[in-house]
């Protein structure tokens, strides 16, 4: 069977003039999420901002969305809105410009290509005739002279079915270890258990899904494994809730999101 990795393969061999040491720390937090979601779903993008257009796609993506590659790169981002779901375009156009406007006001110019974009919305598959809840992941990798971003690196993940998932927009920043730290959370739709808990917190719940014990995620954030398990204990007590696992079973994929 092929490996799921080949794909950072495909895209850095079709597209050369990638910087390969900018976006290698975030392919490396990429592949921990290939351990949780279905490879078998996931597809990675170029998106040129500017011209509003996709540069490229790796090759799976007319087997997991139903549209060929083809149809992308002619019709642009303006095909990709028109499968979202419709009662998600509005939250997604005002998401976006609000980690826009995020990002313009908060972070210097020269720490932008350390960020990672992550929000989530429904997709119609023409295959499927229904919708799939869809996580998707942006780098900037390209800024225009203004700060404006230009070119985009993204992964998406096709999850679960029609299930209303909320919809929650995450900016996340590689520290000095290139681990993520959560600078910007937000929900947008419908209340879930997350919303109580601080920048810190998710990115510990986070972490926790992906099977990490408290050492190992005291070193990523630069805390003491101490700190660590005084996160777990206040996270637990907000969401009312008595383990670790019960914690990653009732969330499922929103500890991701």
């Not at 279905?38 to 597809?43: D, E, M």
């Not at 992308?72 to 779901?85: A, P, Q, R, V």
């Not at 947008?188 to 919303?195: H, Q, R, T, V």
């Not at 204990?233 to 500890?255: A, H, M, P």
């Amino acid at each position: 069977m092929k490996n799921p990795l080949d794909r950072f393969t495909e895209i850095f061999s079709e597209n050369a003039y990638l910087d390969s040491a900018v976006i290698a720390p975030h392919i490396e937090r990429l592949k921990e999420l290939d351990k949780v979601l279905p490879t078998s779903s996931t597809f990675l993008m170029l998106t040129n901002t500017i011209e509003q257009r996709y540069e490229y796609f790796t090759k799976n993506i007319e087997l997991g969305m139903g549209v060929t590659r083809e149809e992308l790169y002619k019709e642009g981002i303006k095909l990709f809105l028109e499968m979202i779901h419709p009662e998600e375009v509005e939250l997604w156009l005002v998401m976006i410009q609000e980690m826009t406007n995020f990002i313009a006001e908060n972070i210097k110019l020269e720490d932008r290509t350390r960020l990672d974009i992550q929000y989530n919305y429904r997709i119609k598959v023409p295959k499927e005739g229904k919708y799939l809840n869809v996580i998707e992941n942006q780098i900037p990798v390209h800024y225009t002279d203004e700060g404006q971003i230009a070119l985009c690196f993204g992964q998406v993940t096709l999850i679960g079915q029609d299930e209303e998932l909320p919809i929650r927009g995450k900016i996340r920043i590689l520290n000095e270890n290139n681990q993520y730290e959560t600078l910007f959370i937000k929900n947008y739709s419908k209340e879930i258990y997350l919303d109580a808990l601080t920048n810190r917190e998710n990115d510990i719940v986070r972490l926790l899904a992906m099977n990490n014990t408290s050492k190992e995620i005291g070193d990523k954030l630069c805390i003491s494994h101490q700190t660590v398990d005084k996160h777990r204990k206040n996270i637990l007590k907000k969401l009312g809730l008595n383990s670790t696992r019960d914690l990653v079973s009732k969330l499922e994929y929103t500890v991701l999101i």
